[in-house]
C-alpha cells in the first residue's frame, strides 16, 4: 500500500487510469503535474485527424535544475498517454545534447533521427545542459539546428525537452522556431522543506526503511538552513545512504551523519539544532554505499 501522507494533484479521482494515478501521488510539482493531466485528458477526449501526428499536440518543455523531477514527471507523462491510446509503447528514451556528435553540420540531426526511431512510440527526453554551451559555435548550431528539425518532424513519439532555466531561456531567445514546435512550456516549482523530507521517506520505504519523527525533524532544521540544491535527487541520495547505514529499521536522529550525541556535542547549542546544517549536506555528499537493506514487501509508494 502507498505510503502514508502521499499527495494528490488538483483533480485526483478515484476512476484515474494507473499513470493519472501515480502522476497525482507525485510529491510537489503541482502545477505542472495538473497542467499534464488537463493536457491528457485533452487529448484522449478530442477527435483524432487522420494524418495529424500526436507529437504537434503533446510535445512539452520541461524548465528546471538538476533533481527538479523532470524525468519522473516525463516518465509519468508518457505512461498516461500511452494508457489513454496516444502512444503505442509508452518506453522512455533519453538523449544529451551536449553528447551529439557533430563532426560534420548535418551529423547531430541525422544522430536524432536514430534516436526517434529508437523511441518510436514512446517518449524521447532530450536534455539541455549547459556543457552544449561549451562547444564551439559550429557545433552548437549544428545541434540545435538538427534539433529544430526533429522538432518539427511529425512523428508518433512525443518529445520532452528539458534543461535548467537559463538554458532553456537562452534557447528560446535564440531559437525561436524550436521554441514553437512544443506545444506547453513547464515550470517546475523547487521541493519545499516538508517536500524534500517527504521524498527521502519514500525512498527509505522502498527499501524497507521509515523514518521516525525525531529524525524527520532534524533534516527540517538541517533544510530550513541550506535547502538541498540536488532536489529530489539528493533527497534520494540521503535516503539511500542512510538505508546502508542504520541500526535498525527505523531511521532516527542518531542515524543521521553529524547527530550530536552526549560525548561528542561540540558546544552548547541544544540538540536538534547543532549540526543539523550540515547533516543532509554530509549524507548526500558520501553518496550510497553497501546494500540498503532489505526490500519492502508491496508495491512501493511513487517517488519522484
Avoid at 489513454?84 to 547531430?108: D, I, M, N, W
Avoid at 540545435?144 to 512523428?155: N, Y
Avoid at 538541498?228 to 542504520?246: D, I, N, Q, Y
Amino acid at each position: 500500500s502507498p505510503a502514508p501522507g502521499t499527495p494528490t494533484a488538483p483533480g485526483a479521482t478515484p476512476q484515474q487510469s494507473a499513470g493519472l494515478a501515480k502522476l497525482a501521488a507525485m510529491t510537489g510539482l503541482d502545477a505542472a503535474r495538473a497542467a499534464l493531466a488537463t493536457r491528457v485528458a485533452a487529448l484522449a477526449g478530442a477527435p483524432r485527424e487522420a494524418g495529424r501526428a500526436v507529437s504537434a499536440q503533446a510535445n512539452i518543455v520541461l524548465e528546471g535544475p538538476q533533481g527538479s523531477g523532470r524525468r519522473a514527471l516525463a516518465r509519468a507523462y508518457a505512461r498516461c498517454l500511452t494508457e489513454a491510446g496516444l502512444l503505442t509503447s509508452g518506453a522512455v528514451h533519453e538523449v544529451r545534447l551536449s553528447a551529439l556528435p557533430a563532426r560534420f553540420p548535418k551529423q547531430p540531426a541525422h544522430r536524432l533521427a536514430a534516436a526517434l526511431e529508437e523511441a518510436s512510440g514512446g517518449l524521447l527526453v532530450l536534455r539541455l545542459d549547459d556543457a552544449l554551451g561549451r562547444r564551439s559555435p559550429a557545433e552548437r548550431a549544428a545541434v540545435l539546428d538538427g534539433l529544430a528539425r526533429l522538432a518539427a518532424t511529425p512523428c508518433d513519439t512525443v518529445l520532452a525537452l528539458c534543461g535548467s532555466p537559463a538554458e532553456l531561456r537562452a534557447l528560446v531567445g535564440e531559437r525561436a522556431d524550436i521554441a514553437g514546435e512544443f506545444a506547453e512550456y513547464l515550470r517546475l516549482d523547487p521541493y519545499t522543506v516538508e517536500q524534500a523530507i517527504e521524498l527521502v521517506r519514500r525512498r527509505l520505504w522502498v527499501f524497507g526503511f521509515q523514518l521516525a519523527d525525531d529524525a524527520a525533524e532534524m533534516l527540517a532544521a538541517a533544510f530550513h538552513a541550506a535547502p538541498p540544491p540536488g532536489g529530489a535527487w539528493e533527497a534520494h541520495r540521503l535516503a539511500e545512504r542512510l538505508a546502508a547505514s542504520a541500526r535498525t529499521r527505523t531511521v532516527c536522529a542518531t542515524d543521521l551523519p553529524g547527530a550530536a550525541t552526549p560525548d561528542t556535542t561540540p558546544g552548547p547549542a541544544p540538540s536538534g539544532t547543532a549540526g543539523t546544517a550540515d547533516t543532509a549536506a554530509s549524507a548526500s555528499s558520501a553518496g550510497a554505499t553497501g546494500s540498503p537493506g532489505p526490500a519492502a514487501a508491496g508495491p512501493p509508494p511513487p517517488a519522484n
